[in-house]
Structures are given as C-alpha cells and as structure tokens.
C-alpha cells in the first residue's frame, strides 16, 4: 500500500474551512464574514457554501441570508459514534466467541443497503483473510449477517432493497428469486438465527444471529463462518446457543430489554 505523504487538496481544506470557522462561530452568519474568517475571496466562499446547501449541510436563512450548519453533521457523527459503540460493545464478547468455538467470528452492520464488517476475528486456518476483512463490504440477501438484519425489517424495506441492489447470483445456492428469500427470512424470525449456506462464496458456511439497541432495533448481525467440510449441519446446530447468548449479551450492552 502506497503511504507517500500526498499535497493537501486545497478545495476539501478550504471547505473545511468554513465548515469549521461556522462551527467556532454558533450562530448564522454572513458571507462577507465566513469569507474573512476563512481568508478566501467571497467567490470562492460563496462557490464552497453552494455546494454544501445542495449537500443539505449549510442553510441559507431567506429573510436574512445568512449561513448556518445544518444537523447534517449531527448524523453523520451519530452514524460514526453508533459503530464505534456497537464494536466497542462486541469486541471482547467475540473474542471470548472465537476461542469458544474455534471459528471465524464477525461483526457486521448496514452500510447503503450492503453489509459492512467492523470486527473480525481469524479462526485457526485463517480463511477469513480473504473472504471477511475490516471494512469489506457484501450483499444482505446471501450472507449470514446480511438476513440476519434483513429479517429484521418490513416486507416493503425488503422490497426496496431488492427494487435497488436486486438479488444477484454469487454461487449456485444463492436466493435470487424474492419469494425463496420472503420465506428464508421468515425462517429466521422463528428460529432466530440464519444461515448461509454457501451462497455467498462455496467452501464458506456461516450461522449468524442479529444484535439490538436500546430502541429495539437491529443494529448489527455476529456470525461464525467456517469451511464448509467442518462447518456441518450438527455442528452449526451445536453453535446456535452460544452465538444467541453472544448476540444477547451484546445486546445487553447497548441497552436492549427483552420483552
């Protein structure tokens, strides 16, 4: 990986810039003065704030003119500190999960209607130094964490979903067709707990169980995956209560109570 020290692009500092000197200040304020707080000409000010009101992170008050920030920030720093709080929360108990069953483990949240995993602990063959890594991104509909959250949702989020990413084929046990995948999710909302099966990649196999908030929502999906010659059907069976505790505990943690 190339880490050379790169030059700065100017237009992301100025704009930083502004975002900054707006945050300092605390309240609206003129362009004449962003422009001064920030040593910019007025163009260029005015040309950074345009392209953050169409982005919805600065408002232009129409009475006055004058420029705010918006909570578009805010939801940003709360989409960052929720994940940090959800691996925080796992971390240790995945851990504990891994040397328990002596598989790979994961943690994986939504990311713009894909997975994203933000913890993985290596099992002893270390296979997931290819299939899972920090930061990877997959489909929900053929992964085990994936319709773990998907089961989670109403049918109409499932439907947009599909209307959206569509359910390609990875493997000849992937769900392509919505009714197959309709039912699945059902399955797991009864069991609680899903399956991949090598659908998303052959020779993998997974059992995964969704994590919830204090709110009650699924905000994350663990999984044990494993080669498919040793991840057989009785023992992924004799996983499902230790990954049930692990994702209970966890949920624990972040505040949910089981009704």
């Not at 260029?44 to 918006?70: G, K």
């Not at 949702?153 to 499932?158: H, L």
């Not at 059902?186 to 998303?200: K, N, Q, T, V």
Request: charged share 25%.
């Amino acid at each position: 990986m190339d880490t050379t020290p790169r030059s700065p692009n100017q237009s992301v500092e100025k704009t930083l810039d502004i975002i900054e000197a707006m945050a300092d200040e605390g309240r609206p304020m003129r362009l004449s003065d962003i422009a001064q707080r920030t040593d910019l000409p007025a163009a260029t000010a005015l040309r950074m704030l345009r392209t953050l009101m169409a982005r919805r992170y600065v408002y232009q008050e129409p009475d006055t003119s004058l420029y705010s920030l918006t909570l578009g920030f805010t939801r940003i720093g709360s989409m960052i500190s929720g994940k940090l709080r959800v691996r925080d929360a796992a971390h240790p108990i995945l851990s504990a999960l891994s040397r328990q069953c002596g598989e790979s483990v994961c943690l994986a949240i939504e990311d713009d209607q894909e997975i994203s995993y933000i913890d993985v602990f290596d099992g002893p063959d270390g296979m997931l130094k290819i299939t899972q890594r920090i930061g990877k991104c997959a489909p929900m509909h053929c992964t085990g964490v994936g319709k773990a959250l998907l089961s989670a949702k109403p049918p109409e989020a499932v439907e947009r979903l599909i209307q959206r990413k569509g359910l390609a084929m990875f493997t000849p046990n992937t769900l392509t067709d919505a009714d197959a995948l309709a039912a699945e999710l059902e399955r797991i909302r009864e069991s609680g707990f899903a399956l991949d099966d090598e659908e998303c990649e052959l020779g993998a196999r997974c059992v995964a169980a969704g994590v919830y908030d204090y709110q009650g929502i699924c905000v994350a999906g663990i999984s044990i995956t494993g080669p498919s010659a040793r991840m057989t059907t009785e023992r992924i069976e004799s996983f499902v209560p230790m990954l049930s505790e692990a994702a209970r505990e966890i949920s624990v943690r972040l505040g949910h109570r089981q009704r």
